[in-house]
C-alpha cells in the first residue's frame, strides 16, 4: 500500500489534448471538459498537478486526510467534486474558496466533526451537498451562507448532531431534498418550513423528537393525499418520513394525527398506555394532556429583610407545565440580578427589600391549561437608624473624597470594589467604647437593572 500510495508526478501525453494528468489516474477530454478520475488510487492527499481546467474531479475510495491551502486552487471551473470514503477529519477554511462554479461537493463517509463557519466559503453556485456518514457534531449556521439561495439538495443523515442549525435552513430557498435522518436531532423550530417552497422530501427518520411542531409542511402533503387542490405555491409531491423517533403522543401531537395519513409505520415511545402503538392507529381521543396541578407550594414565609427568600411552587401535568411568578403588583417576576425564576417553579429573592412584600401568584402553564396558587412573603423590616450612620460612597474601586473637611472623623473606609467583592472596615479610633455597631447596611447599584440592592 505504501509504495503504491507513493505519489509521484507524472507527465503523459494521451489522446484528446491533456497535457498533465496525476500518476494513476484517468483524465478525459471528453466534449471539451477535462474529468480527473482517481478514485481508489490509494492516494494519501489531493495530487497537486490536477490540472486547474478540470470540471470534473473524483478522488473517492482514498486515504486524504485533509484538504485545504493550494488542494483546488484555481479551479474555477470544477463542477463536480467528489471526496466520498476518504479518512477527511479536517477541511482548512476557505478550502474551496475558488471552486465557483462547483454544482455538487460529496464528502461523505469521511471523518468530520464539524463544520466550521468558513469551511465552504466562495461556493456561490452550490447546489448538492452531501456530508452523510461523517461524524458531525457541530454545524455551524454561517457555512451555508454563500449557496443559501442555491443549494437543493443537504444531506447530513448519519451523523451525531444534537442540533441542526434550523436557522439557516429555513432560508434556503431552493432546497429540495432535506436528509437529517439517523442523527440525535431532538428539536424541529417551529415555521422552519414555512418558506421552503419547493421541499419534496424531507427525511427525520431516527432522531430523538419527542414531539413536532405544528407546520403547513405536513399539512400540505395531506390535502395532496386527500384530493384537495392545493391552493399554495408548495411543491405539489412530498415525501416525508419521521419514524423511528421517541414521539410523545399527546394533546401536542393531535394536529398530527388528524390529518389524513396511514401509509407510515410511526409508533409512539410514550405516554406509557401508548407504547409501541402505531400513530395512526390510535383513535384521536387517546391524544390527551392534563392541564396542570400545583401539588405542593408556599404558603407563608417570613423573612428579614436582606435575607434571601425561596418561593417554591410545583406543577404536574403533560406536557410538563412551565411555571411563571406575578409580583404583588401584578407583573411577570423576569430575571435580574436581584431575582431568579427558574422553569421548575423555585423563585429567588436573592437580597429582600421592604417592598418585595406581599401576595406573590405562582401559575403554571401547559397546552392543556393553567393553575395559580398564591404565596405571601412577609418581610420584617430592619430597624433603619438614621442620623448617626455613616455613609461611604464607592464608585469604580476608588473611594469617593467627598466631605474633605471632615476627613479626620471618617470611620467608615471602602476600598477594592470590584463588580462582585468590596472591603469595607471601619474604625472606631478615640470613640471605641462609646460606640457600638448596631447593624451595617450595603447599598449597591447594578448596571443589570440599575436598582439599589440593599444588603
Ligand atoms: C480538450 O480538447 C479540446 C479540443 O478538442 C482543446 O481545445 C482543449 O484545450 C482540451 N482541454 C484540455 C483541458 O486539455
Ligand atoms: C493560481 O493562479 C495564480 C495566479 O494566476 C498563481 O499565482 C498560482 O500559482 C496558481 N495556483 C495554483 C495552485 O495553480
Ligand atoms: C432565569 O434563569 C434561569 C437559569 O439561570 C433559567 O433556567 C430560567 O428559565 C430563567 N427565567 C426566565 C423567566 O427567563
Ligand atoms: C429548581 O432549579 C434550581 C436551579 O436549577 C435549583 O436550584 C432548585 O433547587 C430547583 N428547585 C426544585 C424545587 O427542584
Ligand atoms: C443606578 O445607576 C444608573 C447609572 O449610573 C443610574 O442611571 C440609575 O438612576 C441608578 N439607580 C438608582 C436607583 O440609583
Redesign the pocket.
Known sequence: LILRTFYMFFFRRTWGMVSTCPFHCVCRNLSESLSTLCADKGLLFVPPNVDRRTVELRLADNFITEVGGSDFANMTGLVDLTLSRNTIHHIRPMAFADLESLRSLHLDGNRLTTLGPRDLAGLVNLQHLIVNNNQLVKVSPQVFDDFLLTLEDLDMSYNNLKRVPWESIQNMASLHTLNLDHNLIDHIAEGVFGELYKLARLDMTSNRLRTLPPDPLFARYCLRLTGAISPTPYNAVISLNFGGNPLHCNCELLWLRRLVRRDDMETCATPLHLAGKYFWSIPEEEFTCEPPLITRHTHKLWVLEGQRATLKCRAIGDPEPVV?WVSPDDRII??TSRT????NGTLDILVTVARDDGAYTCIAINAAGEATATVDLKIIPLPHRGGGSEVERADGGSMEEEDDEEEASRRVGVQGVTSTSAQVRWDLGRLSGAYVVWMYQIQYNCTADETLIYR
Request: glycine share 0%; no cysteine.
Open positions: 411563571h423576569a430575571n431568579s425564576s427558574f422553569s
